[in-house]
């Protein structure tokens, strides 16, 4: 019946199993001195919907959110450099997640199930060509202003991905971008983009339009291989 937990500055980790089950929790704030957050630390505390994380966090463990259904948004600070496996598992109503500059690994299923979720991708430098796994099947991914290169393949196979907005900085679509996303009804080519890699909407059978803008000088074969919904192209002069 634990419904609260005030946490004191200077604690340093949040143990596993924790708080776990603690179903009539609804709201923590992670002090700016936790740096881990232990396996299942508050797995399963159904009724959490809000959690506040602070600069100086580094390691969200192995199902430390995992079937915190209730759950709103995940807007972890720039300090997280890993999240593993399961993290966020199953939470269902989880619609906003920001991934920040830092982050150099990423487990598995982190976000599986959480089928109402939009993701901020603001990794930045060489942390960023980290792909997103084929199970973090989320609708929506929005890649961060700080973005400035995105691994081949970052949405590879993600079938229930219907929206992707790229940042204003790059200058070419990866290979494999989005192979295989065939839910993807709509995509904004930015004008720095002077190259769209291979197979990069490759099976994005859903597209039914791309605009091209000036600038895009190059599209690799099989760019938009079984475009079947495509009813115009009108290319750059």
Not at 227 to 233: E, I, K, M, P, R
Request: charged share 10%; glycine share 8%.
């Amino acid at each position: 019946n634990l419904t609260s937990v005030t946490f004191n500055e200077g604690l340093v980790s949040i143990g596993a199993n924790a708080f776990a089950s603690a179903t009539a929790l609804t709201s923590i704030d992670i002090p700016s001195t936790v740096t881990t957050i232990g396996q299942g630390a508050f797995d399963g505390c159904s009724q959490l919907a809000s959690v506040t994380f602070h600069e100086g966090l580094t390691t969200i463990s192995a199902d430390a959110f995992s079937s915190c259904s209730s759950l709103l948004s995940a807007i972890l600070p720039n300090s997280v450099t890993s999240i593993e496996d399961n993290a966020f598992y199953d939470c269902s109503s989880l619609v906003d997640a920001y991934i920040g500059h830092n982050l150099s690994s990423i487990g598995y299923d982190v976000f599986a199930g959480c089928t109402n979720l939009s993701i901020v991708w603001n990794v930045k430098g060489e942390h960023s060509l980290i792909p997103l796994a084929t199970n973090y099947d989320v609708p929506s991914i929005i890649i961060g202003e700080d973005v400035t290169m995105i691994p081949d393949g970052f949405c590879e196979d993600m079938t229930s991905l219907s929206s992707i907005l790229f940042p204003a900085n790059i200058t070419r679509i990866p290979t494999n971008m989005c192979y295989g996303c065939s839910s993807l009804t709509s995509v904004d080519i930015p004008s720095t983009v002077t190259s769209i890699g291979q197979s990069a909407f490759d099976g994005c059978s859903q597209l039914a339009s791309v605009p091209f803008n000036e600038g895009l000088k190059t599209i690799d074969t099989y760019a938009f291989y079984g475009y079947t919904a495509l009813d115009s192209v009108i290319l750059p002069s």
